[in-house]
Nanobody, 122 residues
């Protein structure tokens, strides 16, 4: 049974940093590209960042470039999202996902976590 479990969310003030983690089990982690998506209330789920299985290729949404960094540790079956200089616009539920390639659409990812809430106050 494949499980992706996110952690690290919380309530922070604007300008703060958070690091999200997603631990995978039941899957050959190093064979999958991993991604982070987010969904704010009343909005569609949107792509945030993705990383190839080897870590050699990454992709970011324009809205987070320069502020967020995705990384992975295949020995720990874990993908991370370091988020710096957070703003209220970053408030959302953040989901990790596993898929075959570094892709942009939610439907292109096979496995999903339950999400972790990030709330940024002004």
């Amino acid at each position: 049974q494949v499980q992706l479990v996110e952690s690290g969310g919380g309530l922070v003030q604007a300008g703060a940093s958070l690091r999200l983690s997603c631990v995978a089990s039941g899957v050959t982690f190093s064979s999958y590209a991993m991604a982070w998506f987010r969904q704010a209330p009343g909005k569609e789920r949107e792509f945030v960042a993705a990383i190839a299985w080897s870590g050699s290729n990454t992709n970011y949404a324009d809205s987070v470039k320069g502020g967020f960094t995705i990384s992975r540790d295949n020995a720990k079956n874990t993908v991370y999202l370091q988020m710096n200089s957070l703003s209220p616009e970053d408030t959302a539920i953040y989901y990790c996902a596993a898929g075959p390639w570094v892709l942009l659409l939610p439907r292109q990812y096979r496995y999903w976590g339950q999400g972790t809430q990030v709330t940024v106050s002004s």
